[in-house]
């Protein structure tokens, strides 16, 4: 098996979870070893350094990262993060997990991720047109409708795809579908700002029902109130479900009652945090991560449950909204406590599925309605979480490992059938 050499700055190490969990679905079907050493490391490995003028005159390099995990079954798919804390052990576990979700979902396309180490907040508009076009001029071989498509993540939007696609086409033609997530009058699709809530909504009724629970007796908790976050808590609450707590990075909110969902999104409109919002008792995240509910949905980022405080979790169903957010030493302590996990590439598969849609519009130049939009997505959704069920049940695994497992089969079985190594 080949070594993990990453700079390891999150602890624990994003991409040591990912290959903790790949080895134990590897074990469950005895995958040969040449499939492990190929889907264990990455394909292609891009670091960038990106020299930009700031307003104030000065120059600064800021570093840039691509890395494209699997082109197995199609062109690599995967969103781009601008955080302080992105680091190349992390872009590596999100680029993975990309490769198992398209899989798990059964979309024709690879994984990768991109991130740059920037804190998003202290940049101006005009800055990050600047790093971002730069980004994109440094990958311009890289990316390609028919070869790398990039996608929003955390600290990135529609406005970030916008760059992207225009400095792209520039460079080569008119080309839309080198990017997804793009706005609605850029060529983007109905129904993509919602559909990472709209899949972790999906797959929580799912799951509700699969457990014989009536979501409108069920409380939830989310944690992180950006794109996934809030969209999930509005969708979830449609459902019926009671939003119990909220949070963001300056904190969270709680009502036993319910918070006013609608007013807190309207907040974060105005004013970008939930920092100054008075919707309900003021609580940590360390605390919204331990209500006894029955469902939590952390929607923020990796790693904010890990062995320290999986005691203290109490919520009856996990769905991860974000990527990564059980670090893989806390599964054992969570399951023997009987907590039904949706993982990651299960749970948030919506953004990916709605991104799919979008590309297959532009090349076909013809746009879907939001209904269309819904009536493909859902039953793509529905049909993976029943794979994983069945495959969890079968094995008497996790849903976790069960998802890891359909995933891993359909790019084995692809490797193989390409064979010509
Ligand atoms: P975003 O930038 O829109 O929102 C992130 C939210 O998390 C913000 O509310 C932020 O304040 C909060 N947050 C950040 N650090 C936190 C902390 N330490 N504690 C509590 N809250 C914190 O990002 P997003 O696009 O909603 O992505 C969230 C997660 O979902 C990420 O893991 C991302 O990889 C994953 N994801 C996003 C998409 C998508 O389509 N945007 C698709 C799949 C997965």
């Known amino acids: 098996m080949p070594e993990i050499k990453a700079k390891v700055s999150t602890n624990p190490s994003p991409y040591a979870s ?4 790949f ?7 005895n995958l040969p070893q040449r499939f492990r050493d190929i889907l264990s490391v990455p394909e292609r490995v891009m670091i960038v350094h990106l020299p930009v003028k700031l307003d104030d005159g000065t120059t600064r390099v800021f570093e840039g990262y691509r890395v494209i995990h699997s082109t197995v079954l199609g062109p690599s798919k995967g ?3 601008y955080a302080p804390f992105v680091d190349l052990d992390e872009v590596k576990a999100l ?3 990309m490769s ?6 059964g979309l024709p396309y690879g994984g990768a991720t991109g991130g740059i180490t920037l804190n998003p907040k202290v940049r101006s508009v005009d800055e990050l047109e600047r790093i971002t076009r730069a980004y994109t001029r440094a990958l311009k071989d890289v990316f ?5 498509i990039p996608a929003p993540d955390m600290g990135t939007s529609a406005r970030e795809m916008s760059w992207i696609f225009h400095e792209y086409s520039r460079i080569y033609g008119y080309t839309p579908g080198v990017v997804t997530g793009k706005p609605l009058v850029l060529g983007g699709s109905k129904g993509r700002v919602p559909a990472t809530g709209w899949g972790c909504m999906v797959s929580t009724m799912l799951a509700l029902k699969k457990l014989g629970m009536n979501p409108r007796q069920c409380s939830c908790a989310v944690q992180g109130f950006g794109n996934v976050g809030s969209w999930a808590a509005k969708l979830l609450e449609d459902q019926g479900l009671k939003i119990v707590a909220i949070s963001d990075n300056t904190g969270g909110f709680y ?4 918070l006013d969902i609608r007013d807190a999104i309207a907040h974060i409109h105005e004013h970008g945090t939930l920092a100054e919002w008075k919707g309900g008792e003021r609580i940590t995240n360390e605390e919204l991560l331990a209500l006894e509910v029955d469902v939590l949905l952390p929607a923020a980022i990796e790693n904010v449950i890990t062995e320290d405080n999986a005691p203290s979790i109490r919520a009856r169903i996990i769905v991860e909204g974000a990527n990564g957010p059980v670090a893989a030493e806390a599964d054992a302590m969570l399951d023997s406590k009987g907590i039904f996990i949706v993982p990651d590439i299960l749970a948030n598969a919506g953004g990916v599925t709605v991104s799919y849609l979008e590309w297959v519009q532009n090349r076909r130049g013809h ?6 939009i819904r009536n493909k997505t859902n039953p793509i959704l529905t049909t993976a979480f029943e794979q994983v069920y069945e495959t969890h049940q079968h094995h008497n695994c996790s849903m976790r490992i069960a998802a890891y497992v359909v995933a891993i089969k359909r790019l084995a079985e692809a490797i193989d059938l390409e064979g010509n190594f």
Do not use: C, M, P, Q
Not at 18 to 21: E, W
Not at 23 to 29: L, M, P, V, Y
Not at 255 to 258: D, L, Q, R
């Open 100 to 105: 198992f979700k398209t899989a798990l979902v």
């Open 367 to 372: 746009y879907y309605s939001d209904e269309e």
């Open 79 to 81: 969103g781009i993060r």
């Open 18 to 21: 990912l290959i903790a969990r």
């Open 23 to 29: 080895n134990e679905a590897a074990d469950i079907i």
């Open 95 to 97: 680029a993975g997990w």
């Open 255 to 258: 009502a036993e009652k319910g």
């Open 144 to 148: 390609g409708e028919d070869s790398d």
